[in-house]
C-alpha cells in the first residue's frame, strides 16, 4: 500500500503509530491502486485555489485508515498579550481603508498602507505632525472642532469632506470618524481617524436629489397652472357678469368677488417669492420664547372651542433670534397643518397640540407635534414642496389649502440658517422639527 502525504508550508507532525489490527491484509485490493492498462492515464490534479500552486494533492480516494496531513498557513497566538498586540498591529498596518493614530495633543504617531495610498505621503512624511495638515484648508476648521469635541467628551465624532487626492481628477468625498483610545484605567492614550469612501453614496444622493427636485418642479408647474386658471376664470365670468348686469347690487356683489380671486393670486405670487428669495432689508427681530408664548396666546381660544388642547413645553434658556412677522406665518402654517390633521378621527380620539423647545449645543430645537392622522411614508419627503397637498381639492381633498404653508416655512427657516424636518407615524401623528440658531 501507498501512503498520501500532503507537503504543508510547514514541518508536518510526527505521524502517530497505527494499530496493526487496522491495517488492510496482503489480499486485500483497494480500487484506486489496481493498475488500468486499457484507459489512458489520467490527467495530474490541479491543487484547489486555497494550496499554493506547489503543493502535492492527494487522489480523489485515498486508501482507508491513511492519514492526510492537510495544509495549514502559519497561525499567530493571540492567547498572550504580545500576540494580541502583534494581531492587531498587522490589521491596522494593512486594513482596506485607510486609518490614522493620533496621539493626545492631535499630532500623527500612525499611518497604515491605506492611508500612504490615499494621500500619496509615506509615513515619515506625516509623523509628528498635526492632523489637520492632510485637510482642505476649507475643511480644517470642521476637523478642529470635530477633534475637540472627541478630546473633551470622549465621544465619537463623524463629519464628512471633500478634495482631489494627489494625482487624481475627480472629486473624493470621505467619512471621517473620530474615536478615542482608551486604556483599562479609562485614561486617554490617543485618538484614531477612520476613514471611508464615500463618493458613490454622494453620488446616489446627488442623483436622487435631483429627481425630487425634478418631481418639485412638476409639482409646482402643475400647481401653479391649476391654482391660476381657476382664479382668472372665475375673475373673466366675474367682470362678464358685471358688465352685462343692469342690477348694481348684483354688479357690486360680482366685482367684489373679482377682486377676492385677485387677492388670492396675490397671496400664492407672494408666498412663492418667500419660498424662493430671502428677506431683504433688515428684518424685526424677536426671540423665539417670546414668539411663541405671543402666539400661544393669540390662538388657545379658538383652539378650546375646537376641542384642542394646547400644550407649551418651552425649555430652553438661550436666545434666538426670528424675523417676527415671518416667523409667525410660520407658525400659523404649522397650526394650520396639524387641524387639518385631526380631520376624519373617530370620536374620543384625543386632540393635542404640543409646542416644545430644548439647547442643543449652539442651536434651539422647535417641535410642533400634533396627534393627527399622520403623514404616509411615501409622502413625507415632498411636505415641503410648493403646491404639494393632500387636504387641497388638488390633492384629491375637500379644503381650500394650496399646499403653499409648509413650502413658506421651509424658505423663512433656511434663511435665518436653521433646518427643518418632519417625522410621521400614520395613525399617531406628525412632529415638524426646527433647528435655529442661538445669538452670541
Not at 105 to 120: D, E, P, Q, T, Y
Not at 343 to 367: C, F, N, P, Y
Not at 423 to 434: M, Q
Amino acid at each position: 500500500m501507498t501512503s498520501f502525504d500532503v507537503v504543508s508550508d510547514g514541518q508536518s507532525p510526527e505521524l502517530p503509530a497505527r494499530d496493526s489490527s487496522a491495517r488492510p491484509t496482503d489480499s486485500a485490493v483497494v480500487a484506486s491502486d489496481m493498475p488500468k492498462p486499457c484507459s489512458p492515464p489520467s490527467p495530474p490534479l490541479s491543487p484547489p485555489p486555497c494550496l499554493p500552486s506547489d503543493s502535492t494533492v492527494p487522489p480523489a480516494k485515498a486508501p482507508l485508515n491513511t492519514p492526510v496531513t492537510t495544509h495549514s498557513a502559519p497561525v499567530v497566538s493571540t492567547s498572550s498579550g504580545s500576540g494580541r498586540a502583534a494581531f492587531y498591529e498587522f490589521a491596522v498596518i494593512g486594513a482596506g481603508i485607510p486609518i490614522v493614530g493620533m496621539d493626545p495633543s492631535g499630532l500623527i504617531c500612525s499611518w497604515n498602507n491605506a492611508a500612504s495610498r490615499m494621500f500619496a505621503r509615506g509615513e515619515s512624511e506625516v509623523l509628528g505632525r498635526p492632523w489637520d495638515v492632510l485637510m482642505p484648508v476649507e475643511f480644517r476648521p470642521i476637523a478642529a472642532r470635530a477633534l475637540q469635541r472627541t478630546l473633551q467628551q470622549r465621544s465619537t465624532n463623524v463629519y464628512e469632506m471633500a478634495f482631489v487626492p494627489p494625482g487624481g481628477k475627480h472629486l473624493l468625498h470621505l467619512g471621517v470618524t473620530l474615536s478615542c483610545v482608551l486604556d483599562g484605567q479609562n485614561r486617554l492614550l490617543g485618538i484614531m481617524a477612520w476613514l471611508r469612501d464615500i463618493s458613490n453614496r454622494k453620488e446616489l444622493e446627488t442623483n436622487l436629489s435631483r429627481s425630487r427636485h425634478m418631481a418639485s418642479l412638476g409639482t409646482l408647474a402643475a400647481g401653479v397652472a391649476h391654482h391660476f386658471n381657476n382664479i382668472v376664470c372665475g375673475m373673466s365670468t366675474m367682470v362678464e357678469f358685471a358688465q352685462s348686469s343692469e342690477d348694481p347690487v348684483a354688479m357690486h356683489r360680482a366685482l367684489r368677488m373679482a377682486a377676492e380671486a385677485a387677492s388670492r393670486v396675490a397671496y400664492i405670487t407672494q408666498s412663492l417669492q418667500a419660498f424662493s428669495s430671502p428677506e431683504t432689508g433688515e428684518p424685526d427681530l424677536a426671540d423665539l420664547t417670546e414668539e411663541l408664548l405671543r402666539f400661544a396666546d393669540a390662538v388657545e381660544p379658538t383652539l378650546q372651542q375646537k376641542g384642542i388642547t394646547l400644550e407649551l413645553d418651552l425649555q430652553a434658556r438661550r436666545v434666538a433670534a426670528v424675523p417676527r412677522h415671518r416667523f409667525s406665518q410660520v407658525l400659523h402654517h404649522m397650526l394650520r397643518n396639524s387641524e387639518e390633521a385631526f380631520d376624519g378621527q373617530g370620536l374620543g380620539k384625543e386632540r393635542r397640540i404640543t409646542v416644545r423647545t430644548m439647547s442643543q449645543e449652539e442651536q434651539i430645537m422647535l417641535q410642533f407635534s400634533d396627534t393627527g392622522m399622520g403623514i404616509c411614508p411615501e409622502h413625507l419627503p415632498q411636505v415641503f414642496d410648493p403646491f404639494f397637498t393632500t387636504k387641497g381639492v388638488q390633492g384629491g381633498g375637500n379644503k381650500g389649502n394650496p399646499g403653499l404653508g409648509l413650502a413658506l416655512a421651509h424658505g423663512v427657516v433656511i434663511d435665518i440658517g436653521g433646518h427643518i424636518w418632519a417625522d410621521s407615524v400614520v395613525g399617531a401623528g406628525t412632529t415638524i422639527n426646527i433647528l435655529i440658531p442661538v445669538v452670541g
